[in-house]
């Protein structure tokens, strides 16, 4: 994944984003001018220039349209909507030599595009956590962090670690990272999860949280869920394969 655009928020205008098209999963969302309308804060920027020490950086732009994906055997358009900045041209004074630095800075997306892999063996309520949680990157990061933390506690619930006592008490997220790793006796699971954790409780207690730590929460329950729900499975295969071939010696 380039996490480029992830970790700036940003793109710019007729640039491949990086980001990967949600339908097909291998093309890139493109930007292109002809697809993007700007939006004046007309009233905004009207009192913003009558300020005795104006500066242009003051001027507030929103956008809407379309990406496009540049697979050819898809080719689907997403609506994407957000906050706009021109940065004036970069190049020869003459106008030959240059571009102009228009940056997008998307807030919505109508389909976002996925940030780690969704694969069909994770739990339909963990898928639903995830993609909802794409939609939130964009938009609040501290909400998204949130998203996060519930993902990891469902997980947990799919390997039967209790949310309350016999006696109706509820057991924390530390506690139950404990329980679960009483179960597997596994040292890294408990160390990533515990990790996730933080983050997560830093988009619960903080409103400043920031792309790079919910990138890393993500990278961190990429790897958890493909452990718990993918490879466990392909484990189970081979070991069944195994003692079967051991069984027939072969034959």
Known sequence: ??????????????????????????????????????????????????????????????????????????????????????????????????????????????????IITIYDKYPKDIQDILKSSFSLFWLDKSSCANRLRLCLENVLDTFSIPRITIDGKYINFQTRIELFYKTNNNEKYKTILTAAKWIGNTGTHSTTIYAKNILDAYRLIDFMLKELYINVDEEKEILKLSEEINRKKGI
């Not at 992830?6 to 990086?18: I, M």
């Not at 292109?32 to 242009?56: C, G, R, S, V, W």
């Open 1 to 114: 994944m380039d996490t480029s655009v992830y970790r700036t928020g940003k793109y710019f205008q007729n640039s491949d984003t990086k980001l990967l098209c949600p339908d097909c999963n291998t093309g890139h969302l493109i930007s292109k001018k002809e697809n993007l309308h700007i939006i004046d804060y007309k009233h905004y920027n009207e009192e913003a220039q009558k300020h005795k020490e104006f500066d242009p950086d003051w001027l507030k732009f929103a956008f809407y349209g379309f990406l496009q994906c540049n697979n050819p055997d898809c080719l689907e358009k997403i609506v994407v909507s957000g906050n706009y900045e021109y940065g004036g041209w970069y190049g020869d004074e003459d106008g030959e030599h240059g571009m102009e630095m228009e940056e997008y800075y998307p807030h919505y997306f109508e389909r976002p595009p996925k």
